[in-house]
């Protein structure tokens, strides 16, 4: 009873470790966004979209490319904040080679 009992106690604890936090960056100034993904490494941002009302947006933002997954780089992306229309911030991507490729080879002469 007692190893059942420590191991959900353990696998409680390595639930709260991996918590990440949620914001809403409407309701901050661009500087909190930014120093609050800095401080904590990786934050969620929630939003309404400006082009559909009542359409929740959400992405993982990062401040650099070891909180992004293997294979991923950083790229720049933008969310609204109390105090400016885009407020920029970064987010992980797969690196698209495929378009340069495509750009680059099968153009037409």
Do not use: W
């Amino acid at each position: 009873m007692k190893t059942i009992l420590l191991a959900a106690l353990m696998t409680l604890v390595a639930a709260e470790a991996q918590a990440i936090s949620r914001y809403d960056p409407t309701r901050m100034s661009c500087d909190r966004v930014q120093a609050t993904i800095a401080r904590q490494g990786a934050v969620i941002l929630r939003y309404q979209s400006t082009r559909v009302p009542g359409l929740p947006l959400y992405d993982r933002y990062v401040r650099d490319e070891r909180f992004c997954d293997l294979g991923e780089v950083r790229k720049r992306a933008y969310v609204p904040s109390a105090d400016a229309k885009s407020c920029p911030v970064f987010v992980c991507k797969r690196p698209d080679f495929d378009r340069r490729f495509r750009r680059r080879f099968l153009q037409p002469d």
